[in-house]
């Protein structure tokens, strides 16, 4: 996992990952159910972190699926965003992770005597290969599209406004707009231009059912 690596040397905050790593590397040949374990709870770390990190809180219960998704919600990526879309898709990568865990684990749900001895011949070794360079790749993407947040945007401008269309026009069909003489307002311009905090605060609300509520569908 070289390329993940280079990205924790280059960002210190995330050196304490490198036991997960250790983990998956030392045990990829001799029982890679602990390889996918810690591979899993490498994802959620670094989900988690950015989640903590932008004052997302999280569902005890939340799955990877679900903390991954947030991640990126709480990077302030619209749900049509290219990148929400293709995050949906390498969270489900993450969700994949465990029930595979659960298919090869020696400790999971337990098992026969058959299945013990034959639980290694579950997975190839290029489904190895593919699994593993597929959770360094998603660890990898969510790191930098945090880190680069942090480099490139103004704190005072964590939200743009006219990247966040879905919530404005459900904004303004609460509230509707503001008219004054020959001059009108929606209400989702008056909230940005306003009161800035206020306004990522109800966007991050917004974002989180909307995550919610297709987790439920």
């Given amino acids: 996992m070289d390329k993940l690596k280079d990205k924790i040397s280059q960002y210190g905050r995330w050196t304490p990952i490198n036991e997960y790593i250790i983990r998956i590397e030392s045990h990829l040949d001799s029982d890679f159910s602990i390889s996918l374990e810690n591979a899993k709870a490498l994802l959620e770390s670094i989900g988690k972190e950015i989640c903590k990190s932008k004052g997302i809180m999280l569902a005890p219960d939340s799955t990877v699926n679900g903390v991954l998704k947030n991640a990126f919600a709480a990077m302030g990526y619209p749900k ?35 299945e013990l001895k034959n639980r290694n011949e579950a997975i190839n070794e290029l489904t190895k290969f593919f699994l593993i360079n597929s959770i360094e790749l998603v660890a990898c993407f969510l790191i930098s599209l945090f880190e680069g947040e942090h480099i490139e945007m103004s704190p005072s401008k964590d939200v743009a406004y006219n990247e966040c269309e879905d919530f404005n026009e459900y904004w ?30 109800e966007y ?13 569908d």
Wanted: charged share 15%; aromatic share 8%; no cysteine.
């Fill in 80 to 114: 049509n965003d290219m990148i929400t879309q293709i995050s949906t898709s390498l969270a489900n990568i993450g969700q994949h992770v465990g029930g595979l865990r659960n298919i090869i684990g020696i400790s999971s749900h337990g098992k026969t005597l058959e």
């Fill in 172 to 201: 303004d069909e609460l509230y509707g707009e503001f008219v004054m003489g020959n001059y009108s307002y929606t209400a989702s311009e008056i909230l940005y231009n306003n009161d800035p905090s206020a306004y990522e605060s």
């Fill in 204 to 216: 991050n609300s917004y974002i989180e059912s909307e995550i919610n509520n297709n987790d439920a």
